[in-house]
């Protein structure tokens, strides 16, 4: 046996590949970290953004925030249907919501509200979950596409 070989650690290659395999582990689990996390974002939009020409949405479930028109909710039996518009930006035609469920307690017309759901045409939106956790007072910062891109 040659004197180099006495001298090599005995658990070195033990250890390298302890190393690597931790590595691997560390890697495959940050993967499905962010897999699952980019699998249930759901993107927000103005209404003026969702009825832009041209207007992709990002994943097929996404949030909508606008006002309740007034004299737009008309109930039948659990089924609302709603018209939302934008905060401050007029649209050429309100988007027409469809949720069926219990609304929250302060859902009232003119109230700001946030949906999820998803568009079922150009003007409709199927709402999955209905949000109105604020008061008439509330006025949120407003980011629109067209500004953000330019």
Do not use: C
Not at 84 to 95: K, S, W
């Amino acid at each position: 046996m040659t004197r180099t070989a006495r001298l090599k650690p005995p658990h070195r290659n033990r250890r390298l590949g302890l190393i690597a395999l931790v590595g691997v582990g560390l890697a495959i689990g940050l993967a499905l970290i962010f897999s699952a996390l980019n699998e249930n974002t759901q993107f927000f939009y103005n209404p003026a953004d969702v009825l832009a020409d041209g207007f992709v949405p990002q994943s097929e479930t996404f949030r909508i925030g606008g006002l309740v028109v007034e004299g737009s909710v008309m109930q039948d039996g659990i089924t609302t249907q709603f018209d939302v518009a934008d905060f401050e930006r007029d649209t050429r035609t309100p988007i027409r919501v469809t949720h069926s469920g219990q609304l929250p307690n302060l859902f009232r017309e003119g109230q700001g509200v946030v949906i999820s759901g998803r568009m079922i045409s150009e003007t409709e939106f199927l709402a999955d979950e209905v949000l109105a956790k604020h008061d008439e007072n509330y006025q949120p910062k407003i980011d629109y596409q067209d500004e953000i891109d330019s």
